[in-house]
């Protein structure tokens, strides 16, 4: 790789299809947990995470984002019968009833047209305007107060589009798809790190002496995008909204200020502490707003010791993000060795401990 011209290329690597997770595991911390240290040296172990109480040291902060995944796809119809996929973005800013979607459908979406939501003819959203890249400013049916109201009611958990079962996202989905911190809504797609801990593994950890904190950053769709240019300098990351509230902001800077390790559970959580802390000069303040964060190698990190995340496509922002942890060569020698010994990848995957 060319130091100063890094190219999705360089992040390529063989996997298989039959490795990329279909379902869950059975138990959240029955997930494999692949530990690999940042620095070198020693290594790989092979555990699961369910033994992450006994491998922490006890003085740790994991800072987790509890970003709840909102049920935002949409099915309908319009009224000439063709079928209509709406996911829901985000509220609209200047208007308690309109809402941001991205649309989908085999003939072309035009303003002031209706889809009619499935099972029910009578509930309708209402198309308003086109914000470019199949981007739609859209309107609630009435008798909606809010948009998290409409998906509560009509909306389904949208699957990463990898996962591929004939049947469709299940009545499990809604559960396992979902952290068990998850309290702010806002995201269509899981911080897929933190799926791997329990209520009981949570409580086992904290027995341990471990401290925790949480912040905001609600996924967006643009995880799911490939980077469909070849030099990452000419790549821009899909902006997304985050909070770090005081609360999280004085953990993470009383464990700095000790020396204890910030050990970020999951991608999400490194792009919220390190766009804080490029803003401000190296420190963690309550700061919200939204990032486009893009994280190569090269990256001088401020805020985080360690990572957990899960593992990542060929090619994808996510792993260039892990490779600017702990180094391109490092990072795939140790994703060939996860794929021949059968760990299971991306979002119901296992998941690798950068300490």
Sequence with gaps: MSD??????????????????????????????????????????????ADLPELLRGDELLVFNDTRVVPARLGGRKASGGRVELLALAPADDDPRAFIALGRSAKPLRAGAEVLLDGDDTVAVELLASLGGGTWRARLPAGFGTLWELLDARGEIPLPPYIARPEGPGADDAERYQTVWAREPGAVAAPTAGLHFSEELLAAIAARGVATARVTLHVGPGTFLPVRVERLADHRMHAERYRVGEEAAAAIAAARRDGRPVVAVGTTVVRTLEAVAAATGGEVVPAEGETDIFITPGHRFRAVDQLITNFHLPGSTLLMLVSAFAGRERVLAAYREAVARGYRFYSYGDGMWLR
Excluded at 23 to 39: K, Q
């Design 4 to 49: 100063d011209a890094p190219t999705v290329s360089d992040f390529e690597f063989d996997l298989p299809e039959d490795a990329i997770a279909q379902r869950p595991a059975a138990r959240r911390e029955a997930s494999r947990l692949l530990v690999m240290p940042r620095a070198g040296g020693d290594a790989l172990a092979h555990r699961h995470f």
